[in-house]
C-alpha cells in the first residue's frame, strides 16, 4: 500500500512538472521585443514578399497621399520595413497659418516632434486610454467599467444640470456612448466648427466636453467623441492620483521597454489623452503585440485577462458600415467570424492586430491636406491577402 501510494506521489509530481515545463516552452516560443525586435524574411513567416513591396510601392507612389511609414510583423518577428520622406516643412509654409501644438499643419509638431523619430499618433492615443482604465482596474484603483462618472466630478463642474450626465457610466464613456451632444466627423479637422477644435481651443477641455448639452440617453447612440477620451483622462488622474502619461510610464511603457516617447498636455495639466500621445513606430507596434498576446507580456498579465476579449465581443455599430467599435478601439469584421482590432489616428495613422493571421501592421502618414487617409479596409485586406496558405 505504501509503495503504491509512493508511486502515485511520484507520478503527480511529474505531471504537474510536465505541465509547467509545458507552459514554460510555449510561453518561450513567444519572441518579446522588450528589448527590441527580432529580423526575418517575410517567406520565413508565409508572407509574400513580393505582395509586401507592392503594396509598399502602391504607398510610395503618392497615389495614397502622405505616407511616412510601413511596418509589418508577423510570429513576433518583423518581416517588412519601409519609410518614405515628405516634405512637411514646404507644405506647412504653404499654409500661411501661425505655428502651435494644435496647428495640424505645423510641421515642427506634425507629423513628427520636433524632427525627431517621434511620430504623433492622434487618436491611437485613445486606444492607450483604454489601456491605462483596464490596468487601473486590475490595480484595484478603479473597481469596474459600471462606476459612475460623476464619482469623479466636483458638483459645479458642468454648468448644465441634467439627470442623464449624472447616470454616465465608465463603460459609455470607453464605448463612446456617453449622450453628450459632440460632433467631429462631419467636417475637416481643421475646421473651427468642430467639437474637437472648439474643445482644443478651450482652457479647460473637461469643462468644455461637460458644458455640452445632453442629446441622447447614455449608452443609446454611439457618437465618436474625443471630448469622451479627455473624460477617462481625468477619471484616470483621479482615481491614480497621477497624470495619465506618467501612469502608463510605470504601468505600461517600463514593461514594454518603451523608454522614448512624448505626450501633450492640456492648459490645465491634463494628460491629452484623445490625440497627443507620440511614438516611434516599432513602440507603438509592441501596444499592438500586446494586444495580440490578450494583455500579457513576458511573464505578467498587464491587462485583465478578459479586457481584450471584451474589446472585441460586443462591436457597436458605427456610421461606416465596414467598421465597429469597441473600447477606444474600431473592429473590422472579415471573412467568417474573423476581427481585426484597429486603433487609428488623424493623418493616417494605423495600427492593425489581425490576431488570426499572428499580424501587427504600423502605417504611418500624414494626410491632412488634399487626399484622405489611408484606407483600413484597404490596408487589412493587402496583408491578409499577403499571407501564405499553408
Wanted: proline share 5%; glycine share 6%.
Amino acid at each position: 500500500m505504501i509503495y503504491l501510494k509512493n508511486a502515485f506521489l511520484i507520478m503527480t509530481i511529474l505531471l504537474c512538472t510536465l505541465i509547467n515545463l509545458m507552459c514554460s516552452n510555449n510561453n518561450s516560443k513567444i519572441q518579446w521585443p522588450t528589448n527590441g525586435w527580432t529580423y526575418s524574411s517575410p517567406e520565413k513567416q508565409m508572407m509574400n514578399s513580393d505582395s509586401l513591396e507592392l503594396m509598399s510601392k502602391k504607398l510610395a507612389s503618392g497615389d495614397l497621399g502622405y505616407i511616412d511609414g510601413m511596418l509589418v510583423i508577423r510570429n513576433g518577428k518583423i518581416i517588412f520595413e519601409k519609410s518614405y520622406s515628405n516634405p512637411y516643412d514646404s507644405l506647412f509654409k504653404s499654409t500661411n497659418t501661425t505655428p502651435g501644438k494644435y496647428n495640424y499643419y505645423d510641421s515642427n509638431w506634425h507629423p513628427f516632434y520636433k524632427k525627431t523619430e517621434l511620430h504623433t499618433l492622434q487618436s491611437v492615443s485613445k486606444s492607450f486610454t483604454a489601456a491605462a482604465v483596464g490596468i487601473a482596474i486590475q490595480n484595484g484603483a478603479i473597481s469596474g467599467i459600471n462606476e459612475k462618472l460623476n464619482q469623479y466630478l466636483p458638483n459645479d463642474i458642468s454648468n448644465i444640470p441634467d439627470q442623464r450626465r449624472d447616470n454616465i457610466t465608465l463603460k459609455d464613456i470607453l464605448t463612446m456612448t456617453t449622450g453628450i451632444m459632440w460632433d467631429e466627423v462631419s467636417m475637416p479637422y481643421t475646421d473651427t466648427s468642430s467639437s474637437c477644435v472648439k474643445m482644443e481651443a478651450s482652457s479647460n477641455w473637461v469643462q468644455y466636453v461637460l458644458s455640452q448639452p445632453m442629446a441622447f440617453n447614455p449608452g443609446d447612440k454611439w457618437e465618436y467623441s474625443s471630448g469622451a477620451t479627455m473624460l477617462l483622462s481625468h477619471i484616470m488622474k483621479e482615481a491614480t492620483g497621477e497624470d495619465l502619461a506618467k501612469y502608463l510610464e510605470k504601468n505600461l511603457f517600463n514593461a514594454l521597454g518603451i523608454n522614448n516617447y512624448f505626450w501633450k498636455h492640456t492648459p490645465t495639466g491634463l494628460t491629452d489623452a484623445e490625440g497627443g500621445l507620440y511614438l516611434t513606430p516599432k513602440d507603438l507596434a509592441k501596444f499592438g503585440y500586446l494586444y495580440l498576446n490578450n494583455g500579457k507580456w513576458e511573464d505578467e498579465q498587464i491587462l485583465p485577462e478578459n479586457w481584450v476579449n471584451i474589446n472585441t465581443k460586443t462591436p457597436l455599430d458605427t456610421p461606416w458600415p465596414a467598421l465597429k467599435y469597441g473600447y477606444q478601439w474600431w473592429l473590422i469584421p472579415y471573412g467568417n467570424g474573423g476581427i481585426t482590432m484597429l486603433a487609428s489616428g488623424l493623418g493616417g495613422q494605423r495600427l492593425l492586430v489581425i490576431p488570426e493571421f499572428s499580424l501587427v501592421a504600423v502605417f504611418t502618414g500624414w494626410n491632412v491636406y488634399d487626399k484622405p487617409a489611408l484606407d483600413s479596409w484597404w490596408s487589412m485586406n493587402r496583408l491578409i491577402n499577403a499571407v501564405i496558405q499553408e
